[in-house]
């Protein structure tokens, strides 16, 4: 069994601010762990993915997201937030085997301020 | 990576009626996914469609409402049939290998009235 929990429905910043969306996930296997970004009326974009090699990730956009096996968590973040930023964030865990099926996160509406 | 091609990309839809979204990928694939993403919320997995066999459905959704044909390995159908106003949705198909990255189309917009 997996799941992911996304802690916050909404962020709210101010462009030029970090940004950090928080995710905690459970898995039985060692997961694969994903970003994906939903933009209005647009589709779903990779962010950054997490396949057991190294523990901080890097993704398009300038965001990067940490791996802590130990507190189960994997927080997506970004130094400076941009007007282009705001969008809706779903984190996303996949589990091993050919199966691989995704389960979503509730998802995070990230508001960027002037 | 792959491209993937759906079709249409929304619809108004009469109630009671049916509506077949297509799926096209640019590359062969052995399984395909379809999830629906409800006003407002995530998505969530409908089924998984292999090619040779039945769709594998997941609780809550069965085959007479969401009937899914997978003819070859690039192809799938969704059907929504006998549609209510809480089938407006978006239907979203997807492809991805074991442990990797999932790609999606831009998804269908159905609204039933």
């Known amino acids: 069994a997996q799941s992911v929990t996304q802690l916050d429905s909404h962020v709210s910043v101010s462009e030029g601010t970090p940004v950090l969306l928080r995710c905690n996930y459970s898995s039985s296997y060692s997961p694969s762990l994903f970003w994906y970004v939903q933009h209005p009326n647009k589709g779903l974009q990779l962010l950054l993915k997490y396949t057991s090699a190294a523990t901080l990730v890097k993704g398009i956009n300038g965001f990067e997201a940490e791996f802590k096996k130990s507190e189960t968590s994997f927080h997506l973040t970004k130094p400076s937030a941009h007007m282009s930023d705001a969008a809706e964030y779903f984190c996303?865990?996949?589990?091993?085997?050919?199966?691989?099926?995704?389960?979503f996160g509730t998802g995070t509406r990230l508001q960027v301020m002037l | 990576s792959a491209v993937i091609s759906q079709k249409p990309s929304r619809d108004i839809c009469q109630r009671g009626t049916s509506l077949t979204i297509q799926c096209q990928v640019d590359?062969?694939?052995?399984?395909m996914f379809w999830y629906r993403q409800q006003p407002g919320q995530s998505l969530t997995l409908i089924a998984t469609a292999n090619q040779g066999s039945e769709a594998t459905y997941e609780s809550g959704f069965v085959i007479d409402k969401f009937p899914i044909s997978r003819p070859n390995l690039t192809f799938s159908t969704l059907t929504v049939s006998n549609m209510s106003p809480e089938d407006s949705s978006i239907y979203l198909c997807s492809v991805q290998g074991a442990r990797t990255e999932a790609f999606f189309g831009q998804g269908t917009r159905l609204t039933v009235v």
């Open positions: 996303v865990v996949s589990g091993s085997g050919t199966a691989s099926k995704l389960t």
């Open positions: 590359s062969q694939v052995t399984m």
